[in-house]
């Protein structure tokens, strides 16, 4: 039997299907909204940065046990994250994020084809405890460690033979604690020399960028037997007394960009080396190949620039340009001494402004530091073809301190267009020269005759090369990252 529905039932079947058609709709709204919320949230750390090499794979360091917490030890998981994200190396490589925290870690080391990468509030912090940082033996152009006869503790961040390896990061911070080790180094209680921040070894490739280093307990960035190595924008910052805490010491390398970086130190900003003595001679690999540009520097009691003083290997074919040195004890340094052999050679220096001096320019034949007493005092240095030009100074106590060896003159020295305005209470007498030769043109106060002023008809400009180096081949791209933060 058929029954024929009224339309008064219809009407509310219908009224009933709408509002649950629009309760279904308002559900899905708002869990579209929630997850398009929830999708913003976990997209947020999104970003670009620049790099030789960008990376396939992308981890964190939480994903392998890491805690930000500052007091937490954090080597294991970094050398775990390491190792794990090695496999990597040959499917596009990988990255390591450290998210924003306080990272207390030991000495780690690092793989090729890897980014490790600091986000804008990450802090690494160096343990204080000793047995964190392995001891390795003396590096073979040196025979022995800086600080001590015998061997080393292994670097905060440090690889050997690696190939394409990126330290890089949005300003984020590594702090090396340095005053534990400053205190042992000045009351000598260290049997081995003190660990670097980071060091690098027999690599290429080499990119370590936008980095805020403070308080290392020495050396800062040490690459070491090294080629094609570009450090840009990076701020290096330590207690301008603390001990040997150089800036950026390219050692044994080729082929080196260093860039836009800012640098406040306890001694060198940026120490150009090659081996030590006998023991440099013998491994015979120089530094060559190098640019510094766009540098800012205050070092009280060092230099900016200083080649040496082990410089065994060699040092060759230096361009250092727009360099600005505030409160430094000297401007360019040449730093050797009998007994150290190599040569500096090729060194060409121009755009250098200085505030508040001690020495504009300052070489030194007499550095008698040895790494022991099996050296050759008839190992004699070859120092020659410097050249300075576009300079300008004030406020300068001496102008120059140009001392080379007897028997074995410093030659080929060139300085033009140089201004040098000097301090309230200046040195009597503003250039000592001995055991030097070169020439002038247009040097405010009037050089030492060994640096012979050409005269106003005969201007010279010294040289600087305008042919690129391989360095400046190596350019950066734009890297992006997503990585969901817990």
């Not at 039997?1 to 058609?21: D, E, N, P, Q, Y």
């Not at 600080?147 to 190939?163: E, F, H, K, V, W």
């Not at 800062?220 to 010491?249: E, F, K, M, R, W």
């Not at 007994?339 to 755009?351: A, E, L, N, S």
Request: hydrophobic fraction near 35%.
């Amino acid at each position: 039997m058929h029954v024929k529905a009224s339309s008064l039932t219809i009407f509310k079947v219908r009224k009933m299907v709408g509002m649950l058609c629009g309760m279904i709709i308002v559900l899905v709204g708002i869990m579209n909204t929630r997850e398009v919320e929830g999708r913003k949230s976990r997209i947020s750390n999104y970003g670009e940065y620049s790099a030789i090499n960008c990376r396939a794979h992308t981890a964190s360091i939480t994903d392998f046990g890491g805690v930000g917490d500052g007091t937490t030890s954090n080597t294991k998981p970094f050398q775990t994250a390491v190792d794990h994200l090695s496999q990597y190396g040959s499917d596009g490589g990988a990255m390591l994020l450290v998210p924003p925290g306080k990272w207390l870690t030991g000495s780690f080391n690092l793989t090729s084809h890897f980014t490790l990468f600091l986000h804008k509030d990450a802090v690494l912090l160096a343990s204080q405890d000793m047995n964190e940082f392995p001891l390795i033996p003396p590096l073979p152009s040196y025979g022995r460690g800086r600080d001590a006869p015998g061997g080393r503790y292994a670097s905060l961040i440090t690889g050997s033979n690696l190939t394409d390896v990126i330290i890089t990061g949005e300003n984020g911070t590594i702090d090396g604690q340095g005053e534990m080790w400053w205190q042992k180094f000045h009351h000598g209680q260290l049997k081995h020399t003190r660990p670097y921040l980071i060091e690098l070894m027999y690599s290429d490739s080499i990119q370590i960028s936008h980095l805020t280093l403070i308080n290392s307990p020495s050396w800062n960035i040490h690459p070491i037997y090294s080629s094609n190595i570009l450090i840009q924008g990076i701020t290096i910052s330590a207690p301008v007394n603390s001990p040997n805490t150089d800036g950026i010491n390219p050692d044994s390398c080729t082929n080196t960009r260093i860039e836009d970086c800012y640098i406040v130190s306890g001694d060198d900003c940026v120490a150009v080396k090659s081996g030590w003595d006998e023991y440099g001679i013998s491994y015979g690999m120089p530094t060559k190949q190098l640019v510094i540009r766009r540098l800012t520097c205050i070092s009280p009691t060092s230099a900016v620039i200083a080649l040496g003083s082990e410089m065994s290997g060699g040092i060759q074919d230096v361009r250092a340009e727009d360099i600005t040195a505030i409160n430094s004890e000297s401007g360019v340094r040449i730093k050797t001494g009998a007994g150290r052999g190599g040569y500096v050679k090729d060194i060409y220096v121009k755009g250098f402004t200085m505030h508040t001096m001690k020495w504009a320019f300052w070489m030194t034949g007499n550095y008698g530091s040895h790494p022991d007493d099996k050296y050759d005092p008839n190992a004699l240095p070859t120092i020659k073809n410097i050249n300075y030009r576009d300079m300008v100074a004030d406020d300068v106590k001496m102008a120059a301190r140009l001392e080379g060896i007897s028997g074995d003159p410093f030659t080929e020295i060139c300085i033009s267009n140089v201004t040098i305005s000097l301090a309230a209470k200046p040195k009597k007498i503003q250039w000592t020269c001995t055991d030097v030769a070169g020439i002038s043109s247009g040097v405010t106060p009037k050089p030492c005759d060994a640096i012979a002023d050409q005269g106003p008809y005969n201007n010279i400009e010294c040289e600087f090369p305008t042919d690129p180096l391989p360095i400046d081949d190596i350019q950066v791209q734009t890297c992006s990252y997503q990585r969901m933060y817990p």
